[in-house]
C-alpha cells in the first residue's frame, strides 16, 4: 500500500511540474521586465518548484478535509470545491505577499482580478492546474 501511495504521490509531483511549468512560462510575458523565454526560463522553472509545493499542500490539506489521502482516485465534486478554494486562497496571498515585497511586478498587459490587483492568470492558475493535475494523476494511477 506504501508504494502505490508513493506512486501518487510521485505522479502528483510530476505532473504538476509539468503543467505548471508549461503555464509559468506561457505567462512570463506578462510580468515586468520580461526580456525573453532564454533569460527567463530559470526564474519559470524556480516558480515551478514553488507550484509544485502549493500543489502538494493543497492535495494534503484535502486529505486532511476527507480523511483519506487516495482521494484523487475517486475524487468527488467535494474535494474538486476544496482544491479551487485553497487555490484560489494561496494564488491570493502568494501574488499579494510578493507584490507587496516587490519580489515581482506585473506587465501592463497582465489581466487583473478586481479588488485584489493580483494577476488574473497566476489566481486562474491555480484554480485549474491543482484539479487538473489530481485528475491527470489519478486516471496514469488507476493504470498502474
Not at 56 to 63: D, E, G, M, P, R
Not at 118 to 134: E, K
Request: with cysteine.
Amino acid at each position: 500500500m506504501k508504494n502505490k501511495f508513493s506512486k501518487l504521490i510521485g505522479l502528483i509531483a510530476a505532473i504538476g511540474f509539468i503543467f505548471n511549468l508549461i503555464w509559468e512560462n506561457a505567462q512570463a510575458p506578462l510580468y515586468a521586465n520580461y526580456s525573453g523565454f532564454s533569460e527567463h526560463f530559470l526564474i519559470c522553472l524556480g516558480a515551478t518548484f514553488g507550484d509544485v509545493i502549493i500543489v502538494l499542500s493543497i492535495y494534503i490539506l484535502v486529505s486532511f478535509a476527507k480523511a483519506d489521502w487516495h482521494w484523487p482516485v475517486h475524487m468527488g465534486k467535494r474535494a474538486v470545491t476544496l482544491t479551487i478554494i485553497l487555490g484560489l486562497l494561496v494564488a491570493i496571498i502568494i501574488e499579494q505577499g510578493a507584490l507587496l515585497l516587490g519580489l515581482w511586478g506585473y506587465a501592463d498587459q497582465m489581466p487583473r482580478l478586481p479588488f485584489f490587483d493580483v494577476g488574473f492568470l497566476p489566481t486562474l492558475q491555480m484554480l485549474i492546474l491543482p484539479t487538473v493535475t489530481f485528475w491527470m494523476s489519478s486516471f496514469i494511477y488507476k493504470k498502474l
